[in-house]
C-alpha cells in the first residue's frame, strides 16, 4: 500500500539540502496571502516550507508528514525563521485531531491510489463549515515530464477525480494547465498541473 514509505522520504530528506526549497509554494502564497489568519492543517508536509510561511503570516499550523527526517528540517527553518508550528508524525489515515481547522493547504500531496478517496474524505472532516482548500499537485499530463511527481499515473490527478474526491467542496478556482516550477532541485522546469481553492 505505501508506494512511498517513510524510509524513502527519510533518506530523501536526510540531507542538508531542502530539496523543495525554503520558500512557499507560489500558488499556496498567492492563495493564503488573501485570507485573514485562522488555523490551517498541512498534510504531507515535508520539510515545512508552506508551514513555516503560513506561520509567519499568523497563522495556527497544525502539520503532518510521514517523515521524522522532514520534521526535523521542518521545525529547524521555523527556529531559524523564529516562528512556531505544530508538527506531528503520522499516517494520512491515522491522523486525528480534536480541532477543526479554518484551511487545509494540499501541496503536492500524493497518497497512493488506493486509499487516496479515503484520505481526502477524512481529512474534509477537519475542515471546518465555510473553511478553504488551497491544493495544487501533479495532473496526469505530467507523467514522463522531468519536473518532478509520481511516476504513476494512477497518484496523478484529472479534473474529474478531483471533483470525485472532493464532494463536499463548492469550487471557486478548479483548473488544469502548465507552470515552470521552480522549487528547490526536485521541482524545476515546465510541468502540468491541477490547482482549486474550494469552500466547504
Known amino acids: 500500500m505505501k508506494q512511498y514509505p517513510a524510509e524513502f522520504w527519510n533518506e530523501r530528506f536526510g540531507h542538508q539540502e531542502y530539496i523543495y526549497g525554503t520558500a512557499p509554494n507560489k500558488f499556496f502564497k498567492e492563495q ?70 479554518d484551511a487545509i493547504g494540499f501541496c503536492y500531496a500524493h497518497f497512493p491510489a488506493e486509499i487516496r478517496n479515503q484520505a481526502h474524505l477524512h481529512l474534509m472532516k477537519f475542515l471546518k463549515p465555510d473553511g478553504i482548500v488551497i491544493f495544487e499537485a501533479f495532473a496526469k499530463a505530467q507523467l514522463g515530464n522531468a519536473s518532478g511527481g509520481p511516476k504513476n499515473e494512477a497518484m496523478l490527478f484529472s479534473i474529474e477525480e478531483i471533483k470525485t474526491e472532493f464532494p463536499q467542496l463548492d469550487f471557486k478556482l478548479l483548473k488544469e494547465g502548465t507552470i515552470e516550477l521552480s522549487e528547490g532541485n526536485h521541482h524545476q522546469g515546465i510541468a502540468e498541473v491541477i490547482r482549486f481553492v474550494g469552500i466547504k
Open 32 to 101: 493564503i496571502d488573501k485570507l485573514k489568519p485562522g488555523s490551517i492543517l498541512l498534510p504531507a508536509e515535508g520539510e515545512g516550507r508552506n508551514a513555516i510561511y503560513a506561520a509567519s503570516l499568523g497563522w495556527d499550523v497544525v502539520a503532518f508528514d510521514i517523515s521524522e527526517k522532514g520534521k526535523e528540517k521542518a521545525l529547524g527553518l521555523a527556529a531559524e525563521n523564529q516562528v512556531s508550528i505544530h508538527y506531528k508524525i503520522s499516517d494520512i489515515l491515522e491522523f486525528q485531531s480534536d480541532a477543526q481547522f
